[in-house]
């Protein structure tokens, strides 16, 4: 199995709720990612996961709060969110983030959020 | 400075074209990992391929191919005879270590149109 599967593909909500946006893999991989993506601009990582532990977190406001649950799932935690997060949020995952490895990322097929 | 620099924005070809995507990086890394990404409109990220930095030998799969020059930090991507399901926006990325990290910085994209 060579997928990362994110739920749901869309989402919309008001600026007072609480969401939560899913990614799995079953690819054995030991690291998962969060990006954010706007339209016509590459992706913008938000958090990086390292064997369940939160190693990255690129100055994401605390709206958005991640969770990794195992080493197979990814969530990412929405509450009061702003009309200007609206995006694609993509999940990843790599085998590593170590040195040693390549770094070759995964991408789920994203969910394209809204704000109300 | 960018760290990844794909300077066409747009480009329009007519079906059965060849079409060349460029990709000029810079780092400072001697092992570092080369990739090229498609995102088709459904917002996907795609793997197309990975090149090692110590590997310059050039690859064709199919109607793709990729010329990696050291010497120029550039890793162009061709498709020959292009198809309207080409379609898409390129994204050429740099895998770098970050600390003892590797971490994936994208170039800006190039939307590329095939028109029938």
């Known amino acids: 199995d060579t997928e990362v599967t994110q739920t749901p593909k869309h989402l919309v909500m008001g600026m007072t709720n609480k969401k939560s946006l899913k990614c799995e893999q079953h690819?054995?991989?030991?690291?998962m990612y969060w990006y954010k993506q706007k339209a016509k601009k590459p992706p913008e990582l938000m958090f990086v996961?390292?064997?369940?532990?939160?190693?990255i977190n690129e100055s994401v406001p605390s709206r958005f709060s991640p969770e990794c649950p195992n080493s197979s799932l990814l969530n990412l935690h929405l509450h009061a969110l702003q009309p200007e997060d609206s995006a694609l949020y993509l999940c990843?995952?790599?085998?590593?983030?170590?040195?040693?490895?390549?770094?070759?990322?995964?991408f789920g097929p994203g969910t394209r959020l809204t704000v109300l | 400075a960018q760290k990844v620099t794909q300077a066409q924005t747009e480009i329009s070809v007519v079906e059965k074209e060849d079409v060349t995507l460029d990709c000029v990086y810079e780092t400072r890394d001697t092992t570092y990992y080369l990739f090229w990404y498609k995102q088709p409109p459904s917002g996907e990220l795609v793997f197309l391929i990975r090149?090692?930095?110590?590997?310059?030998q050039n690859e064709i799969s199919g109607r793709y191919s990729w010329n990696f020059q050291k010497s120029t930090s550039s890793f162009n991507f061709t498709i020959t005879a292009s198809q309207v399901v080409d379609s898409a926006v390129y994204f050429c990325a740099l895998s770098e270590l970050s600390g003892s990290a590797r971490q994936l910085t994208f170039g800006s994209g190039t939307q590329l149109t095939v028109l029938p």
């Open positions: 090149r090692n930095s110590f590997d310059e």
């Open positions: 996961y390292s064997y369940e532990k939160l190693s």
């Open positions: 990843a995952s790599s085998p590593s983030t170590s040195g040693r490895s390549t770094n070759e990322q995964f």
């Open positions: 690819m054995g991989h030991r690291a």
